[in-house]
Antibody, heavy 118, light 108 residues
Framework: QVQLVESGGDLVKPGGSLRLSCAASGFSFSDYYMAWIRQAPGKGLEWLAYISRDSTYINYAASLKGRFTISRDNAKRSLYLQMNGLRVEDTAVYYC???????????WGQGTPVTVSS | IVLTQSPGTLSLSPGDRATLSCRASQSVDNNYIAWYQQKPGRAPSLLIYGASRRATDVPDRFSGSGSGTDFTLTISRLEPEDFAVYYCQHYGSSPGYTFGQGTKLEIK
């Protein structure tokens, strides 16, 4: 069955960096767009970015202002999110998702928590 | 596109019919609206895509409708496991995809 397992979440100081990973199994990873979505504590969902099957197409939420970078390694069946210049407001659970090519999220990982605090 | 969901909280009983609304700030092309269900402590799961198409294994008591700027998720007869938070999402166009703020469906 489809499995997405995020890792890399941690407690980090403001201004710090973190790299999240998402390990995929149970489907042909290279055939799917992938995405990152986050959810701040007690808040709603915020779409962050998507990446196409071969990394040709990438799109980010405007709110990220170039601080985050999505990437993938199809050989390793893995999705990544490099987060730089972290702010307190980036505190959230970060989910990776397997996307239909049109953009809706077919399946989600269980999430990895990121806390930005001094 | 900004999505506004209403009501914020809906209090109903098992067996009731639930109607959740999602209004877009401008017309949605191709009816690219999805609905997700999120239970406490769990990741969201896909219910509806393309405004009205049920995802795999979603019970037929869930249905989606609408076009243009007004979309609706209907749960025909609430089961205990349906009490959760529901989000609509616009997808498929730049600059990015957006979620509504969510509707909490709680037991009355």
């Amino acid at each position: 069955q489809v499995q997405l397992v995020e890792s890399g979440g941690d407690l980090v100081k403001p201004g710090g960096s973190l790299r999240l990973s998402c390990a995929a199994s149970g489907f042909s990873f290279s055939d799917y767009y992938m995405a990152w979505i986050r959810q701040a504590p007690g808040k709603g969902l915020e779409w962050l970015a998507y990446i196409s099957r071969d990394s040709t197409y990438i799109n980010y939420a405007a709110s990220l202002k170039g601080r985050f970078t999505i990437s993938r390694d199809n050989a390793k069946r893995s999705l990544y999110l490099q987060m730089n210049g972290l702010r307190v407001e980036d505190t959230a659970v970060y989910y990776c998702a397997r996307d239909h090519r049109s953009g809706y999220h077919l399946s989600w990982g269980q999430g990895t928590p990121v806390t930005v605090s001094s | 596109i900004v999505l506004t969901q209403s009501p914020g909280t809906l209090s109903l009983s098992p067996g009731d019919r639930a109607t959740l609304s999602c209004r877009a700030s401008q017309s949605v092309d191709n009816n690219y609206i999805a609905w997700y269900q999120q239970k406490p402590g769990r990741a969201p799961s896909l219910l509806i895509y393309g405004a009205s198409r049920r995802a795999t294994d979603v019970p037929d008591r869930f249905s989606g409708s609408g076009s243009g700027t007004d979309f609706t998720l209907t749960i025909s007869r609430l089961e205990p496991e349906d009490f959760a938070v529901y989000y609509c999402q616009h997808y498929g166009s730049s600059p990015g995809y957006t979620f509504g703020q969510g509707t909490k469906l709680e037991i009355k």
